[in-house]
Each structure stands twice: as C-alpha cells, then as structure tokens.
C-alpha cells in the first residue's frame, strides 16, 4: 500500500487531491492547521469509500518551522508527498510587514524544505518516491501587489530544477504544477466584474477548478511518470504564457 502526506489538505485543492488518490488506492496524511472540520468530514467519506486503506489527519502550523519535527515523527511509510498549502496578501511591497514576508516564506518554501529534508530517506526507501509542489503561474510571470507570493512561487520552481538532480538517482522525482486563476478561497476577495475581467483574459475563456490541479497530480504519481523530473507544468487555460 502507497502513502502520500498531502500539506494543505483543508482546501479546496487540497481536498480534491485527496479524493483523487484516495480513488487509486492511496492510503493519505491529511495535514490541516486550522482547517480541521474539512478534513475530519473528509476522512470519514473517505473511510466509508475505501475500507481498505488508512486515513489519518495531522495538525500544524507551517508558519512555525519549529514543530516539523513532531509532525514527521507521527509519520511511518511515505511515498509522496503534496505541499498544497498557499495564501497570498495584497499590498505594495513597501507595505508588507517583515511578519507576512515570514510567513509567505515559511508556508510555501522553507517549512516545505525542511519537510522534504526530514523525509527524504522514507522517499528513497519507498523506491517511488514523489515530491510536488502546488505552485502558481505568477511564478514565472509575476504579480504587482503579490510580489512575496510571486517571489515565493519562483523560489519553488528554482528549488524543484535543483533538488530533482541531486535525488533522481534516488528513484525520487521532484515537480511543480503551477495554477492559473482556479476557483478556490484566493479569489473569494474578487467582485463579480473583475472576475468577469480576468475571465476575459484568459484564452480558454473560464476560471480553473480543483479538478483541473488535481487531474495533474494524479499523473505525477503514476508508476509512468517516473522519467519526469525538475518540471513545472503549467495549468492555467493558456493564462499568463
């Protein structure tokens, strides 16, 4: 039986993940942080779905790098993992507090990191390993009023172009999948007519779902993805490329 430890697993992305796997066998750590009724609701479906496989829920704060450790001794067999956790703040970047620069920074790369330091052997004894990452197309291409987040999710990619050669002899692959503008709790602040706008910017002509995301981790999971290493795949209906 496979395990995949999924950071984030209170969200909308999250939770899609979750059932994705869960549907081909997957047993699933569900991490929250204060998310804790999705994911207990969750794992009850999920219990009554698939009676074979385990379910377990994890609490932590990413923004406290200082508890990874508790979190990764809770831990037995890994074979994946998902950081699928991500919140942005709008502002100048004259007016970003030194705190939010922390806590965009530890959420999304170096309370990730630490994770992956700290599992990295379970990932190599799995034999299939995988390690991925929930990014984002500002990334790349970047966001007025989102610089830390922007800078954050570039750092990502970076980090997934050099730790996947330094593991692949490992069997262990290393991607990002980076979202357009999906319907999620990041767009909720959005009134009716800029979403209409942005809409219109995007060449498919509509806003992503969680499904969309999810489809695509369910192929970096599969045995056949194993030649597929240090990309980020973008998913964005031809938004921002």
Same mark, same amino acid.
């Given at each position: 039986m496979r395990f995949a430890l999924i950071m984030g697993a209170s969200g909308g992305i999250g939770q899609a993940i979750a059932s994705e796997l869960a549907q081909d066998g997957?047993?699933?750590?569900?991490?929250?942080?204060?998310?804790?009724?999705?994911?207990?609701?969750?794992?009850?479906?999920?219990?009554?779905?698939?009676?074979?496989?385990?379910?377990?829920?994890?609490?932590?704060?990413?923004?406290?790098?200082?508890?990874?450790?508790?979190?990764?001794?809770?831990?037995f067999q890994v074979d994946?993992?998902?950081? @699928?956790? #991500?919140?942005? =703040?709008?502002?100048?970047?004259?007016?970003? $507090?030194? %705190? +939010?620069?922390?806590? /965009?920074?530890?959420?999304?790369?170096?309370?990730?990191?630490?994770?992956?330091?700290?599992?990295?052997?379970?990932?190599?004894r799995s034999e299939f390993g995988r390690v991925i990452f929930i990014s984002s197309v500002y990334g790349e291409a970047g966001s007025a009023m989102e610089v830390m987040y922007s800078t954050a999710k570039g750092a990502q990619t970076a980090f997934v172009k050099a730790y996947s050669?330094?593991?692949?002899?490992?069997?262990?692959?290393?991607?990002?999948? @980076?979202? #357009?503008?999906? =319907?999620?709790?990041?767009?909720?602040?959005? $009134?009716? %007519? +800029?979403?209409?706008? /942005?809409k219109e910017e995007i060449p498919s002509g509509r806003l992503g779902n969680v499904w969309d995301i999810s489809f695509w981790v369910r192929q970096l999971v599969d045995k056949r993805s194993e030649y597929l290493t240090g990309q980020t795949i973008t998913v964005s209906g031809g938004w921002l490329r």
């Open positions: 997957w047993s699933l750590y569900l991490h929250y942080n204060n998310g804790k009724h999705n994911v207990e609701q969750q794992i009850k479906t999920l219990q009554e779905q698939f009676p074979k496989q385990d379910f377990f829920s994890l609490q932590m704060d990413m923004k406290r790098e200082e508890t990874v450790s508790r979190l990764i001794d809770s831990l994946a993992v998902v950081f @699928a956790s #991500g919140f942005t =703040e709008y502002h100048l970047l004259t007016e970003v $507090t030194v %705190e +939010e620069i922390h806590d /965009l920074l530890a959420v999304h790369l170096t309370t990730p990191i630490r994770i992956i330091q700290l599992l990295q052997t379970k990932l190599a050669k330094e593991v692949a002899s490992l069997g262990i692959t290393v991607n990002a999948i @980076a979202p #357009g503008a999906v =319907e999620t709790n990041m767009i909720q602040s959005f $009134t009716s %007519e +800029e979403l209409e706008r /942005l």
